[in-house]
């Protein structure tokens, strides 16, 4: 399928930035270059983005995940993130101009005008810094722009809202999250609420400096599709009342209800009906690619976005709509968080 040339040239103009991005882990696994092109394989979960499909779906900007490997020691953790770090830096100045961190809102548009595209420093797993001397503050020079607090596994912060915290007798927050949270907001850093047990979303919601956004950067709606990983109707209008987005992402498994479409629709659903509950610039995306999921076979891909673009025309979106689904939203509520000075 492909899309008509209105939404090649509508992907083109928007900043289309994509909230969760897993292809870090590739490299971290089996020596994945992200500065060449790949095809997706090992049954369609792995090698979904790389930098030459990311440019020819028009994606701007992404959130470049540093994943935590939870069995480690809290030091370990520590440590593994700082050479992490390292790789992800050295990826960046490998690529010669074609990749730059931004930290704010003002500094991704700066990236924008010298033709690269914009990393932003993200962690899934905020036990990542349990060591950390000055926690998520640790990471020098403002680079941090998001931690999800928690991942598939509950850690000391508090409890995952997958099946693994059934093991958890307590599924709220603990005293060391907050401790993290309140590191967080003084930093500037967005706390993700992805992947968090509702009880710890709400006691994470209720530690959280309410004049700050909240983000969750990848997930599905229950309202669609309900299911262990996806929001609540409630919890969409948490995040949009904070001034934050919440991201959809392209897992089918979380996404496709019964009886739904097989394709990009399931996305567009999802999409929708955050727009419903929370309103126009609460949407956002967050693909997961490379996090071993199972996209839509018409968003196998990075270079896939504007087939997405082209289903939402489709249904009946606006340009500006979709606009700010793509990226404007979010940049409106990083904006908030980090103001130019």
């Known amino acids: 399928m492909t899309p008509s040339d209105e939404a090649r040239a509508l992907a083109r103009a928007s900043d289309l930035i994509d909230l969760h991005l897993d292809t870090f882990i590739p490299p971290r696994l089996w020596g994945y270059d992200p500065l060449v092109a790949h095809r997706p394989w090992f049954l369609r979960r792995f090698a979904h983005a790389d930098l030459p499909r990311m440019d020819a779906g028009e994606v701007s900007g992404a959130m470049w995940s540093i994943t935590t490997n939870p069995v480690r020691t809290a030091g370990g ?3 593994t993130f700082q050479r992490n770090l390292a790789r992800m830096q050295a990826l960046v100045t490998r690529a010669g101009g074609r990749l730059a961190f931004a930290r704010d809102a003002a500094e991704y548009h700066r990236v924008r005008e010298a033709g690269a595209h914009a990393v932003l420093l993200a962690v899934q797993g905020g036990n990542a810094f349990d060591a950390a001397p000055d926690g998520p503050a640790s990471v020098a020079d403002r680079l941090l722009t998001r931690v999800t607090l928690v991942h598939l596994t509950s850690n000391r912060a508090g409890a995952t809202s997958s099946p693994a915290s059934r093991l958890r007798r307590h599924r709220g927050l603990s005293a060391h999250g907050r401790r993290q949270i309140e590191q967080l907001d003084a930093a500037r850093v967005f706390l ?7 009880d710890a979303f709400w006691d994470a919601v209720d530690a959280h400096d309410p004049g700050l956004p909240l983000i969750v950067t990848h997930t599905g709606v229950d309202g669609v599709r309900p299911h262990w990983r996806n929001l609540d109707d409630r919890q969409i209008r948490a995040i949009a009342d904070s001034g934050g987005v919440v991201g959809v992402m392209f897992h089918t498994a979380f996404l496709r209800r019964r009886g739904g479409p097989r394709d990009a629709a399931m996305v567009a659903e999802h999409l ?26 018409d ?42 000075p």
């Open 272 to 297: 929708e009906h955050i727009v419903r509950v929370g309103g126009p610039q609460a949407v956002a995306v967050g693909s997961d690619y490379d996090g071993a999921i199972l996209p839509p076979r």
């Open 77 to 79: 953790r520590w440590r």
């Open 299 to 340: 968003l196998r891909s990075a270079a896939t976005w504007p087939w997405l673009v082209q289903v939402l025309l489709d249904r009946g979106w606006t340009p500006d709509a979709i606009q700010g689904a793509l990226g404007r939203n979010f940049l409106a509520s990083w904006a908030r968080l980090r103001p130019t």
């Open 192 to 198: 993700d609420l992805a992947h968090i047990h509702p």
